[in-house]
C-alpha cells in the first residue's frame, strides 16, 4: 500500500461552520459588520475574560494596532522574546519603538524572566510576552518586574487559546492581549486575529486603527495613519463556529501531546519532549521536540521524515539572526544561546486536529529508526 503523506497541520471545521457561512451568503451580510463579527468578538472577550475585543485580518495586524496604541515615542523600548515570530518587532517597529531582545527559557521556549531584568531600563514602555506552543510565560514572575513601574504588559497569545496560568487564561494579564486565527491555531478564521482590552480609551484607538482612522466629526479627514485591518462577517462566522469546539480541540492537542509523549519516553531517544509547569494548563499548540546530543540538526531530520512522507515544521529562528535586521543593524550584539539552540536543533511534528493514534505511533516509529539506526 502506498503511504500517504501526514501534514504537519491541518483544520477541523464543523458543520456549524458550513451553516454560519451560508448564513452570511444567503443574508448578504458579507463584508466587515454583521451579527456573526459582533458575536464573535463578544465570545471571545468573554471567553478570555475581557471587556473590550477588536477583531482584525490578522494576528501581526492585532500586534500592530496594540503597539500603535500605546502611543510610544522614539527612542521607547519594548522588550520582547528573541524567540518567536517576526510579527512581535514588526509591529513594536511600526508603532514608532525600539524592540530590545531577551532570551527564551529552555523548558517553556518562552521569554526568560532573567533576561527581562537584565534588559530593563528607563527607556523601557512594555514588555511583550509570546505564550509559546501553548505554553504560558510566567506571569507572576513578569508582573514582579513591572511592579510599580510605568510599564505595560502586552500578550501575543496567537498559539496559545485557552492555555491557563494558575487557572487563568492567557490573554487576562495584559494592557492587551493579541490573538492569531490563522489556519494552523487552535481555533481559526482562515486568516484573522483579535485585539483584548479592559482600557476604554485603547479600545476606541484600537478600533479606530483598525478603520483607516476615520475622524469621528468628518468622514474622509484624517489626522493619523490608520489601516484597513477588518475582519469580514464570513470570517468571523468561521471564528464562531470554531470557538464552539474550542473545548474538544484543546482536549484532542493535549490528547496526542500524552501519546506522543508516552511512545517515544518508551523509546529513550535522544530527544526533549513538551511538558508542563506544574502552574500551567498548555494546549500544546504543537508537538515540539529538540535534539539533545547535537549530533544531528533539525534541518537533517526534517529531510528525513520528509522522505518517509512525514511533514514538519523548524522553529523559529532568532530575531538577532534575521537578516533584515542585521542589515538594519537593529539589535545589540548580546548572545542569545537558548533561542540559537531551540532554532538550530528543534523541530516540530504533525499536530493537526485529525491526527490519529495509529499516525502517532507511525511517526514515533519512524523518528526511532532514524534516531537510533533501528
Ligand atoms: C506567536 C505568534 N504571534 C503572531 C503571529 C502572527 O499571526 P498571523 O500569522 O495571523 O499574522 C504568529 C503566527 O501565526 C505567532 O506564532
Not at 508603532?95 to 523601557?124: F, Y
Not at 510599580?148 to 487563568?168: C, T
Not at 499536530?351 to 516509529?365: E, M, Q, Y
Request: aromatic share 10%; proline share 3%; hydrophobic share 35%.
Amino acid at each position: 500500500m502506498k503511504k500517504k503523506f501526514i501534514n504537519v497541520s491541518e483544520p477541523k471545521l464543523s458543520s456549524k461552520t458550513k451553516d454560519y457561512v451560508l448564513d452570511c451568503i444567503k443574508t448578504e451580510w458579507i463584508s466587515s459588520s454583521g451579527s456573526y463579527l459582533e458575536s464573535f468578538e463578544k465570545k471571545w472577550a468573554k471567553y478570555c475574560n475581557m471587556k473590550y475585543a477588536v477583531s482584525v485580518t490578522s494576528g501581526t495586524a492585532a500586534l500592530i494596532v496594540a503597539l500603535k496604541a500605546l502611543n510610544l515615542k522614539p527612542g521607547d523600548e519594548v522588550i520582547m522574546p528573541s524567540f518567536t515570530i517576526i510579527s512581535c518587532a514588526l509591529a513594536i517597529i511600526e508603532a514608532g519603538g525600539k524592540p530590545v531582545l531577551a532570551d527564551c527559557d529552555l523548558d517553556t521556549w518562552c521569554i526568560k524572566t532573567d533576561e527581562i531584568k537584565r534588559k530593563i531600563s528607563s527607556r523601557t514602555k512594555a514588555i511583550l510576552i509570546v505564550h509559546m506552543f501553548g505554553h504560558p510565560a510566567n506571569i507572576d514572575e513578569i508582573k514582579e518586574i513591572i511592579k510599580n513601574k510605568k510599564i505595560d504588559l502586552i500578550e501575543d497569545a496567537a498559539e496559545s487559546h485557552g492555555s491557563k496560568f494558575k487557572n487563568k487564561v492567557v490573554g487576562s494579564f495584559g494592557k492587551i492581549s493579541c490573538f492569531s486565527f490563522y489556519v494552523n491555531k487552535l481555533i481559526t478564521t482562515g486568516e484573522g486575529g483579535m485585539a483584548l482590552t479592559n482600557d476604554t480609551s485603547l479600545y476606541n484607538k484600537m478600533k479606530n486603527l483598525r478603520n483607516l482612522a476615520f475622524n469621528k466629526t468628518r468622514r474622509f479627514s484624517h489626522n493619523e495613519i490608520g489601516y484597513n485591518y477588518r475582519m469580514t462577517n464570513i470570517q468571523a462566522a468561521i471564528g464562531l463556529s470554531q470557538l464552539e469546539k474550542i473545548t474538544e480541540h484543546i482536549k484532542i492537542k493535549r490528547q496526542n501531546t500524552f501519546l506522543y509523549n508516552k511512545i517515544l519516553t518508551s523509546y529513550n531517544l535522544p530527544i526533549s519532549l513538551p511538558s508542563e509547569k506544574q502552574w500551567a494548563k498548555s494546549t500544546f499548540w504543537m508537538y515540539g521536540i529538540v535534539l539533545k546530543n547535537k549530533k544531528m540538526t533539525a534541518k537533517t531530520l526534517s529531510r528525513k521524515l520528509f522522505d518517509n512522507k512525514i511533514e514538519t515544521r523548524p522553529l523559529f529562528l532568532g530575531m538577532h539572526e534575521q537578516p533584515i535586521f542585521k542589515k538594519m543593524n537593529l539589535f545589540d550584539s548580546d548572545s542569545y544561546p537558548n533561542t540559537e539552540y531551540l532554532s538550530k536543533y528543534g523541530l516540530y511534528l504533525p499536530s493537526g486536529l485529525r491526527l490519529n493514534k495509529p499516525k502517532i505511533k507511525l511517526i514515533c516509529k519512524t523518528l526511532k529508526s532514524i534516531l537510533s539506526g533501528k
